[in-house]
């Protein structure tokens, strides 16, 4: 036995499907009691519903509504904001469902529930929200038009493909509002004091475990794509901060005077520049990534870029939307290689009273190198010095590991003879200290290394996870020198990626899994492609659609009509003119109609063709005196004379079917 409901009952059980489709997506970022509460709502309201209970008075909702008001207050400690007020209006939207008893309410309900659709793009415009928030348009129409049918209701099919319909009729208008309304620096969807939180980057600090723990995150950091195609693997080194200062466990930048620009540092660069582009994603820091060697200088719309003599780039202002820079890259350089020596001793300091087993390495090394020495070393002893600690890690039993073991108050000295075991800041940061103590001028370079080719787009995505550190030292008359101690031990990350590097998890039998997604021609690694690069075209084109892409885009297309605008403007409006006269002609007909015009149709192919003052009767009566077949003119008069009553009398609704019916054997009598 099959259960039918009610009109009023599906009806309000499609408005409470839209209310929990608009109201989903906030659950992730609501705390979980808002969730709870809204959740309990719904189904209490379904279950009146279900049920033909009554709803409840006000003395139970005032209580309810004020007690969630208070826990708004308790979780966010204030009723303005962002999140405070979403969090209201999601309990608002819930408990009005509870009164809703007349036609004005529903309204109320379907009204703010469109407003709240709306407040899902302050917390995310990606393209799968995108695509959530127009089923859900469609859903919350369909619910809208289902309320105002005063006979009777289509099936849901037909009312939901008639509401994607409306829908689609604004979407002209609003490709042309998004095209060419003037656009405002900054985020569209954002507000003031939360609109830039929870953004992550590399910090301008380093110390153990810092980016072995920001390298577990597969977020993307910024995306680059070469148009003469991208250099290897190897060379993919994106210079973010040079650290300088240790303190005995963290590396942070060197303290610098104001107006100390890299302008003043000696650069020289061999062979032509890689050109590229980066669209880097909001990290609410200063620091920008760029390929090693970029420069002399770089534009960032609507910042102040400053530059340093590291090779840094930084802006006056953290970076709290998707930004997009142009630059020129040199693989092949040298920097300060003319400078003296003593101007380096900066670079040699190290803190007092740590690491003592490791000075003693290094002061031991040094003097195999430069026996009797006491002065800086040559551009061949530094290099060998350098030699010496890398080839020290590839022979000491060093492990790389996502997750070293804690190090005590003389940190290096316990990775270096105890542990064994780190990340690409361990090495980093024991190499530089080496070195140092062997009187040669090093530091810390922290950005990102590699990326994954998208052979879809052409872009390279480089993720948190391929955060990396690797050093410099300075040579007399060779400048400073890129080394990553990470390659003598995990050749693999240098060359590939993070994944090759670390051993691969095999329980719960994903291995097979985790091998097709490691493989760039297997299935899943081109379905994940395809979706990445559509994705990064949501971005370009519809999120990064900034006031300088807008007027870019408005010039090139001005120009673009600029010489044949006039032909172009009148094929446009013949063609527009053509497709309304097809549109009028192909409108559908009523079934009662159709039938009319097609009895029209066949008599004027037999010479009878209707004027165009003349009514169903009197066609009937000029039919009658012009045909000769008395057959045809009873089939005639009877298809006539129903037509008119169907049409223009007080047919019922129950003989409709059947009456349209008898018309369709009467026209085929007379054909």
């Given at each position: 036995?099959?259960?039918?409901?009610?009109?009023?009952?599906?009806?309000?059980?499609?408005?409470?499907?839209?209310?929990?489709?608009?109201?989903?997506?906030?659950?992730?970022?609501?705390?979980?009691?808002?969730?709870?509460?809204?959740?309990?709502?719904?189904?209490?309201?379904?279950?009146?519903?279900?049920?033909?209970?009554?709803?409840?008075?006000?003395?139970?909702?005032?209580?309810?509504?004020?007690?969630?008001?208070?826990?708004?207050?308790?979780?966010?400690?204030?009723?303005?904001?962002?999140?405070?007020?979403?969090?209201?209006?999601?309990?608002?939207?819930?408990?009005?469902?509870?009164?809703?008893?007349?036609?004005?309410?529903?309204?109320?309900?379907?009204?703010?529930?469109?407003?709240?659709?709306?407040?899902?793009?302050?917390?995310?415009?990606?393209?799968?929200?995108?695509?959530?928030?127009?089923?859900?348009?469609?859903?919350?129409?369909?619910?809208?038009?289902?309320?105002?049918?005063?006979?009777?209701?289509?099936?849901?099919?037909?009312?939901?493909?008639?509401?994607?319909?409306?829908?689609?009729?604004?979407?002209?208008?609003?490709?042309?509002?998004?095209?060419?309304?003037?656009?405002?620096?900054?985020?569209?969807?954002?507000?003031?004091?939360?609109?830039?939180?929870?953004?992550?980057?590399?910090s301008d600090s380093m110390a153990?475990?810092?980016?072995?723990?920001?390298?577990?995150?597969?977020?993307?950091?910024?995306?680059?794509?070469?148009?003469?195609?991208?250099?290897?693997?190897?060379?993919?080194?994106?210079?973010?901060?040079?650290?300088?200062?240790?303190?005995?466990?963290?590396?942070?930048?060197?303290?610098?005077?104001?107006?100390?620009?890299?302008?003043?540092?000696?650069?020289?660069?061999?062979?032509?520049?890689?050109?590229?582009?980066?669209?880097?994603?909001?990290?609410?820091?200063?620091?920008?990534?760029?390929?090693?060697?970029?420069?002399?200088?770089?534009?960032?719309?609507?910042?102040?870029?400053?530059?340093?003599?590291?090779?840094?780039?930084?802006?006056?202002?953290?970076?709290?939307?998707?930004?997009?820079?142009?630059?020129?890259?040199?693989?092949?350089?040298?920097?300060?290689?003319?400078?003296?020596?003593?101007?380096?001793?900066?670079?040699?300091?190290?803190?007092?009273?740590?690491?003592?087993?490791?000075?003693?390495?290094?002061?031991?090394?040094?003097?195999?190198?430069?026996?009797?020495?006491?002065?800086?070393?040559?551009?061949?002893?530094?290099?060998?010095?350098?030699?010496?600690?890398?080839?020290?890690?590839?022979?000491?039993?060093?492990?790389?590991?996502?997750?070293?073991?804690?190090?005590?108050?003389?940190?290096?000295?316990?990775?270096?003879?105890?542990?064994?075991?780190?990340?690409?800041?361990?090495?980093?940061?024991?190499?530089?200290?080496?070195?140092?103590?062997?009187?040669?001028?090093?530091?810390?370079?922290?950005?990102?290394?590699?990326?994954?080719?998208?052979?879809?787009?052409?872009?390279?995505?480089?993720?948190?996870?391929?955060?990396?550190?690797?050093?410099?030292?300075?040579?007399?008359?060779?400048?400073?020198?890129?080394?990553?101690?990470?390659?003598?031990?995990?050749?693999?990350?240098?060359?590939?990626?993070?994944?090759?590097?670390?051993?691969?998890?095999?329980?719960?039998?994903?291995?097979?899994l985790l091998n097709l997604q490691?493989?760039?021609?297997?299935?899943?690694?081109?379905?994940?492609?395809?979706?990445?690069?559509?994705?990064?075209?949501?971005?370009?084109w519809v999120l990064d659609y900034?006031?300088?892409?807008?007027?870019?885009?408005?010039?090139?297309?001005?120009?673009?009509?600029?010489?044949?605008?006039?032909?172009?403007?009148?094929?446009?409006?013949?063609?527009?003119?053509?497709?309304?006269?097809?549109?009028?002609?192909?409108?559908?007909?009523?079934?009662?109609?159709?039938?009319?015009?097609?009895?029209?149709?066949?008599?004027?192919?037999?010479?009878?063709?209707?004027?165009?003052?003349?009514?169903?009767?009197?066609?009937?009566?000029?039919?009658?005196?012009?045909?000769?077949?008395?057959?045809?003119?009873?089939?005639?008069?009877?298809?006539?004379?129903?037509?008119?009553?169907?049409?223009?009398?007080?047919?019922?609704?129950?003989?409709?079917?059947?009456?349209?019916?008898?018309?369709?054997?009467?026209?085929?009598?007379?054909?």
């Open positions: 036995m099959s259960l039918r409901l009610t009109r009023d009952k599906s009806d309000t059980l499609l408005l409470l499907t839209a209310a929990l489709m608009v109201l989903a997506p906030h659950f992730e970022h609501l705390p979980l009691w808002i969730g709870i509460v809204v959740c309990a709502t719904l189904l209490w309201r379904a279950a009146i519903t279900w049920r033909g209970r009554r709803m409840p008075p006000l003395w139970v909702l005032l209580p309810v509504s004020l007690a969630a008001m208070a826990g708004v207050y308790r979780s966010f400690h204030t009723l303005l904001g962002r999140d405070a007020g979403v969090a209201m209006l999601a309990l608002l939207l819930a408990f009005k469902l509870l009164e809703m008893r007349a036609k004005r309410d529903l309204f109320v309900v379907i009204f703010l529930s469109f407003f709240v659709l709306l407040t899902n793009f302050l917390y995310s415009q990606t393209m799968p929200t995108a695509l959530w928030m127009g089923a859900t348009l469609i859903v919350l129409l369909t619910a809208q038009q289902s309320f105002q049918y005063t006979g009777a209701v289509p099936p849901l099919a037909q009312r939901l493909r008639k509401a994607a319909g409306t829908a689609l009729l604004a979407a002209p208008l609003a490709l042309l509002m998004f095209v060419g309304f003037p656009r405002i620096q900054g985020p569209l969807w954002g507000l003031p004091g939360d609109a830039h939180s929870g953004h992550t980057g590399i153990p475990g810092t980016l072995s723990s920001l390298a577990q995150s597969d977020a993307v950091a910024f995306r680059a794509r070469f148009p003469g195609g991208a250099p290897a693997q190897g060379r993919l080194y994106w210079r973010s901060i040079v650290l300088g200062d240790y303190d005995g466990r963290t590396w942070t930048r060197v303290p610098r005077k104001r107006g100390l620009q890299r302008l003043e540092v000696n650069i020289a660069t061999r062979g032509r520049p890689l050109h590229h582009e980066i669209t880097m994603e909001p990290t609410n820091t200063r620091w920008l990534a760029a390929l090693e060697l970029s420069g002399p200088a770089l534009s960032l719309p609507g910042h102040r870029v400053r530059d340093s003599d590291e090779l840094e780039f930084f802006t006056s202002d953290p970076v709290t939307e998707r930004v997009r820079y142009e630059a020129d890259a040199w693989t092949d350089f040298s920097v300060q290689a003319a400078e003296q020596p003593q101007r380096m001793a900066r670079w040699t300091e190290l803190p007092a009273g740590y690491n003592p087993r490791t000075l003693a390495l290094a002061r031991s090394w040094r003097q195999s190198l430069a026996p009797g020495a006491d002065g800086p070393l040559t551009a061949r002893q530094s290099a060998g010095a350098a030699l010496r600690a890398l080839q020290h890690f590839h022979d000491g039993g060093y492990a790389y590991t996502l997750q070293p073991p804690l190090l005590g108050r003389d940190a290096v000295d316990d990775f270096l003879f105890g542990s064994k075991a780190g990340f690409c800041e361990h090495y980093a940061g024991a190499f530089v200290v080496l070195l140092r103590a062997m009187g040669v001028p090093a530091r810390v370079v922290t950005g990102y290394q590699g990326g994954e080719l998208n052979p879809v787009d052409g872009y390279l995505t480089i993720r948190q996870s391929d955060a990396h550190a690797w050093a410099e030292y300075w040579a007399a008359g060779a400048g400073w020198r890129r080394v990553d101690p990470t390659a003598a031990v995990a050749p693999e990350r240098i060359a590939h990626n993070l994944a090759r590097a670390l051993p691969q998890a095999t329980g719960f039998g994903l291995a097979p490691n493989d760039p021609n297997s299935w899943l690694s081109q379905i994940r492609f395809r979706y990445a690069a559509l994705n990064n075209a949501w971005n370009q900034n006031p300088d892409r807008q007027r870019g885009f408005l010039e090139e297309l001005s120009s673009a009509f600029a010489n044949w605008r006039g032909a172009l403007g009148a094929a446009l409006v013949c063609a527009l003119l053509a497709v309304l006269r097809w549109l009028r002609r192909r409108r559908p007909l009523a079934p009662l109609d159709g039938l009319y015009e097609r009895f029209c149709r066949q008599q004027a192919r037999h010479g009878y063709a209707r004027r165009p003052d003349e009514g169903p009767l009197g066609y009937a009566a000029r039919l009658r005196t012009m045909h000769a077949s008395p057959d045809k003119h009873a089939a005639m008069e009877k298809f006539l004379t129903l037509y008119g009553a169907l049409k223009y009398g007080a047919a019922g609704s129950e003989s409709r079917s059947a009456s349209l019916t008898t018309l369709k054997t009467l026209l085929t009598l007379c054909r």
